[in-house]
């Protein structure tokens, strides 16, 4: 291949859809990693911190779409503190100076200010489509910038973003002339928008596939604004969510109408205690006996027996993502009383592909021996309040090959699984452990045999700065978070995130 | 005859109050001492001053964090939540955050892989029907980061579910309506702090709070960094001892004023009514400017009027 031309290996290179693959080819020779590099058009960093902005500009200098990820997943159950960190705004800076020509953003769990989103709109006069996803840290002032600088604006899509609402009508900063428009999401957001506006805006941009509202937009509204859109291929007003006081019977339903189903997520109604009319294992068996497509699911249930998700496991082999929330810790299947081990062990051994998986219930070192013999595509695995010993731990860093994050709360895994196989750290993304039984010893010592793993420990309790002086290695860790990184220790942390 | 000694609710007698047993001296001569017919729970012979304190040693179900808990106006919850004692404290805050999540953690009372009656016995212990498990006490007394106490609901981030969808929940629909802006659950009201000119909001927890003098000092500490220049890093030097309302004084140094949103969306000066009713009243704390703050202050006091 080194014979050819480099203008026909680049074209060869187009060819690759992902960016693992990209990845993989630039690492054969240096001739390829020099024509791969300049012809990269998409970015994607899935750590802010494993990597410094301007190296990766300085990379891919023909950058248009640039990827983001910051805070760990758990940032979403409130176990990260808000400012960890996860700034968005070194990334615009520094593709402010290096790649001006850039055309898309996507940010998840990022810090994002309003001056952030106002350098971005300023900056950038290709600019097409910003995604910001679980952000947080701006208001509709930061969008009003956005509608008002970003002409040729294609795509505004926010998810799931806590948006201060300082009640500016940042729709109406679409310029008149603004009509380039193709998906506009701005579901999360609480305040009102203009209906008048929103109408007129809709009904100038022809190109209007994908629009999900918010709450707040009346149905009159609504009507006029489908009646101007006709070309619309999405339409949503807030997120649509199956609760599970639709009850089994309401899944046996969806079950027997909805055969096409692929991804399912059920939410619970009340968190604080089974209602009367809530989700068991029944209802998951009735929706994988009637929808074999399905490959995505999110569960929130009571109880689950290991003989229903053996059955599940067997009518659904086709599962990626298998996310399954018991809302009691521990609680054992309640008609044997036996662990869940046998019934996650079947999912993963009959559901090949499957890449992403959260357990709960009871559940023994077993379940992981379990997952570390078959799970053998698995990427990312949450974990809590389970396990025995150490030995759980170790068995799924052996056996997941491509493992690449894994979360863990509330288990008692502690420093001699945590430094069983240091390297293998590095070839994931992230480890995150909290409230587990590794102590701080355990992570100097990791963080002293691998130089380009940043070990941070978030310490949260009062009188932080003394704290470090007095604390003991034999003190537990309350939470640790793992990744591997090229940029060194950060320079952002707060007082309360130590890296070793 | 020395009356009889009264039981609190959970089997835990009074062994000798001092002014109960003989009928002691003082105006409480003769009379039925009403601090021995109060519910509480207390170790015997506590003080019902103390009982903030003295309670975790008491039940074996309440982890040792609730004794850190004298913040978080622990008498108020047992006097005003239908779940007693449990209900104490909020999982939220960033402090406790990681102590209650280590109370979750399975210990080796469960050892054994928690097959059969081991295991059952853990998880019953551990998930707790509160509803019904009123008597059991101290089952897992020696064991500090064992049982889970029965209020599933405190863990921090269990379960796993983002803090908005949570809101958006209907765990009942009064709940729902007061849920607007603030995240609720059993003993936390979250609303959000925002400065002007700071670069991020901040949340705080208002029960955790039982007076203005404790939450201006958080506030005080949380925001202390934002306005450095102002008033110098340390705030008004040569200040000892704590004034009633130290953020005010704080923030009257500088040009900054403290506002809340009240239930009905209007802007109101903090400090003018009753902690409680500011507490029940906050949707969203807001520090504003001085120049913007002008004309707050008569209206908190015509809708205080208002109400009475």
């Known amino acids: 291949m080194t014979y050819f031309p480099e203008e026909v290996v680049e074209h060869i290179f187009d060819f690759l859809g992902s960016h693992r693959d990209r990845n993989a080819v630039s690492t054969v020779c240096k001739a390829w990693y020099h024509v791969e590099r300049l012809s990269r058009l998409n970015v994607f960093v899935g750590n802010c911190y494993a990597i410094r902005p301007e190296r990766v500009m300085a990379r891919f200098p023909g950058m248009k779409s640039l990827s983001v990820k910051g805070k760990p997943h758990f940032a979403d159950y409130n176990l990260v503190p808000y400012d960890w960190g996860g700034f968005a705004l070194p990334w615009i800076k520094a593709a402010v100076r290096r790649s001006p020509g850039l055309e898309d953003l996507r940010l998840k769990r990022m810090v994002v200010t309003d001056d952030d989103l106002d350098l971005l709109a300023r900056s950038f006069p290709n600019f097409r489509s910003l995604v910001l996803v679980s952000c947080e840290g701006f208001s509709t002032d930061g969008l009003a910038a956005i509608a008002t600088y970003c002409r040729g604006l294609r795509e505004l899509d926010l998810q799931e973003n806590e948006v201060e609402d300082h009640g500016r009508q940042w729709l109406s900063c679409f310029h008149e002339s603004c009509t380039s428009l193709v998906s506009l999401n701005f579901a999360c957001l609480k305040g009102e928008v203009n209906a008048g506006v929103l109408e007129r805006l809709v009904a100038r941009c022809p190109n209007l596939r994908s629009l999900k509202l918010n709450r707040a937009v009346s149905v009159e509204s609504l009507n006029e604004i489908v009646a101007r859109a006709p070309y619309l291929v999405d339409l949503g007003t807030g997120s649509f969510a199956v609760l599970d006081c639709i009850g089994d019977k309401g899944l046996a339903v969806v079950a027997s109408t909805c055969k096409e189903l ?33 490959n995505s699911l999110l569960y929130f249930c009571y109880q689950m027996t290991n003989a229903a998700l053996i059955t599940v496991a067997k009518n659904c082999p086709h599962f990626t993502r298998f996310r399954l929330c018991i809302l009691d810790p521990w609680k054992p299947d309640p008609v044997t009383n036996q662990p869940l081990d046998e019934g996650f062990g079947a999912i993963v051994r009959s559901c090949k592909n499957l890449r992403r998986l959260s357990l709960s219930g009871l559940l023994t070192d077993q379940v992981f021996l379990y997952i570390g013999l078959y799970a ?62 590794v102590t701080l010893g355990g992570c100097k010592a990791l963080a002293a045999k691998m130089p380009r793993l940043n070990v941070e420990i978030i310490n949260e309790s009062e009188g932080t700065d003394k704290l470090e002086e007095n604390i003991s290695d034999l003190h537990k860790v309350e939470k640790m978070y793992v990744y591997r990184t090229v940029a060194g220790p950060r320079n952002d942390a707060p007082d309360f995130v130590w890296t070793l | 005859m020395s009356p009889p000694l009264e039981h609190d609710y959970i089997g835990l007698s009074e062994l000798h109050s001092p002014a109960a047993a003989v009928g002691g001296g003082g105006a409480e001569d003769g009379a039925l001492n009403l601090k021995d017919t109060e519910l509480r729970l207390g170790l015997p012979g506590s003080d019902s001053s103390d009982r903030k304190d003295k309670v975790a040693l008491t039940l074996g179900l309440l982890p040792k964090i609730f004794v850190s808990g004298a913040k978080r106006g622990f ?54 029907h509160e509803r019904k498990d009123t008597g059991q006490v101290g089952d897992s007394a020696g064991n500090d980061r064992g049982v889970a106490p029965a209020a599933k609901a405190q863990v921090v981030g269990w379960p796993p579910i983002r803090s908005y969808r949570k809101n958006t929940m209907a765990t009942n ?84 004023v403290l506002t809340y949103e009240d239930r009905d969306g209007d802007w109101m000066l903090v400090g003018d009514v009753p902690w409680e009713m500011f507490t029940d009243s906050c949707r969203r704390l807001r520090i504003m400017k001085g120049s913007d703050a002008i004309g707050l202050a008569p209206r908190a006091m015509e809708k205080c009027r208002n109400r009475n």
């Open chain 2, 173 to 256: 629909p009064s709940k729902n309506k007061e849920d607007a802006n603030g995240k609720q659950g059993l003993g936390c009201l979250y609303v959000k702090v925002s400065m002007d000119g700071a670069p991020y909001l901040r949340k705080v927890d208002l029960k955790t709070y039982s007076n203005y003098k404790e939450f201006s000092l958080a506030l005080e500490k949380m925001f202390s960094g934002f306005t450095i220049g102002q008033c110098g890093s340390h705030g008004i030097p040569g200040r000892d001892g704590l004034s009633e309302s130290r953020l005010m004084d704080f923030l009257s140094g500088s040009e900054y």
């Open chain 1, 262 to 294: 692929q991804e399912l997520r059920v939410f619970p109604s009340d968190i604080y205690g089974a209602g009367a009319t809530s989700v068991t294992e029944e209802g998951l068996v009735a929706i994988s006996s009637g929808c074999p497509k399905l």
């Open chain 1, 376 to 437: 053998k595509c698995l990427e990312m695995l949450s974990i809590a309040f389970a396990g025995d010993s150490d030995k759980g731990m170790v068995y799924i860093l052996k056996g997941c090959k491509n493992l690449r994050k894994l979360e863990i709360r509330d288990c008692p895994f502690g420093d001699i699984a945590l430094l069983n196989d240091v390297a293998k750290y590095e070839t994931m993304r992230s480890l995150w452990m909290s409230s587990c039984d």
């Open chain 2, 75 to 128: 008498s108020d919850t047992i006097d005003g939540a239908g779940k007693w004692g449990l209900a104490a404290g909020g999982g939220g805050s960033e402090v406790e955050a990681g102590k209650s999540c280590a109370l979750f953690s399975p210990r080796g009372e469960r050892g054994g892989g928690g097959h059969g009656n081991a295991g059952n016995d853990a998880v019953g212990k551990a998930v707790g």
